[in-house]
């Protein structure tokens, strides 16, 4: 894809293979932002899927059901991307420094990188507006799903926690 995407055979499979284990190396010292367009949208697809546990993958495959998509941190992470891409992309359009559709591609893209820590930019988003800077805090301890190749704290713990935390609200109510 990558390959079709316009990359050489090299910088393809190079970032083929950076992509999906989520470690981040480009033959570029501009990161992703020196490769095309549509790049940057497969980027973000191999992101995300390299962002899910591995061992669904394998369930998914073998038993030939959905599991990968009845699975509750799952769908949290589908959700948390879709959500905070569309809050950072209005945001971005509003303030005037991107387009929508490059708005939304520029978000997409780095929310999905740091979630799952992989560690490709497109620019300096610290100049984008506090914001920004606050949300990729907040997503970079986050992190992507339990059983991937990614870092941080991991939806499903924090998803976790959160119902604990709701369980013990209503105790104390």
Same mark, same amino acid.
């Given at each position: 894809?990558?390959?079709?995407?316009?990359?050489?055979?090299?910088?393809?499979?190079?970032?083929?293979?950076? @992509?999906?284990?989520?470690?981040?190396?480009?033959?570029? *010292? !501009?990161?992703?932002?020196? =490769?095309?367009?549509?790049?940057?949208?497969?980027?973000?697809? =191999?992101? /995300?899927?390299?962002?899910?546990?591995?061992?669904?993958?394998? !369930?998914?495959? @073998?038993?030939? *059901?959905?599991?990968?998509? %009845? *699975?509750?941190? +799952? %769908?949290?992470?589908?959700?948390?991307? +879709?959500?905070? @891409?569309?809050?950072?992309?209005?945001?971005?359009?509003? %303030?005037?420094?991107? *387009?929508?559709?490059?708005?939304?591609?520029?978000?997409?893209?780095?929310?999905?990188?740091?979630?799952?820590?992989?560690?490709?930019?497109?620019?300096?988003?610290?100049?984008?507006?506090?914001? @920004?800077?606050?949300? =990729?805090?907040?997503?970079?301890?986050?992190?992507?799903?339990?059983?991937?190749?990614?870092?941080?704290?991991?939806?499903?713990?924090?998803? +976790?926690? /959160?119902?604990?935390? %709701?369980?013990?609200?209503? !105790?104390?109510?």
């Amino acid at each position: 894809a990558y390959w079709a995407s316009g990359m050489n055979s090299f910088e393809a499979i190079n970032h083929a293979m950076t @992509t999906l284990s989520t470690g981040g190396y480009s033959t570029s *010292d !501009q990161s992703m932002s020196h =490769f095309s367009h549509a790049a940057h949208w497969i980027g973000t697809l =191999f992101m /995300f899927l390299g962002g899910l546990p591995f061992l669904l993958y394998v !369930q998914s495959l @073998t038993r030939r *059901d959905t599991s990968l998509i %009845r *699975d509750a941190q +799952v %769908r949290g992470f589908f959700w948390l991307v +879709v959500w905070v @891409t569309l809050i950072m992309s209005f945001y971005l359009w509003h %303030r005037g420094t991107f *387009d929508f559709m490059d708005a939304l591609r520029i978000s997409a893209f780095n929310i999905v990188s740091v979630l799952t820590t992989t560690g490709y930019g497109l620019g300096d988003f610290g100049t984008w507006g506090p914001l @920004t800077s606050i949300l =990729f805090l907040f997503l970079l301890g986050l992190g992507a799903c339990s059983g991937s190749t990614a870092g941080g704290l991991k939806i499903f713990r924090v998803q +976790v926690a /959160f119902s604990l935390f %709701r369980k013990q609200m209503r !105790q104390l109510m």
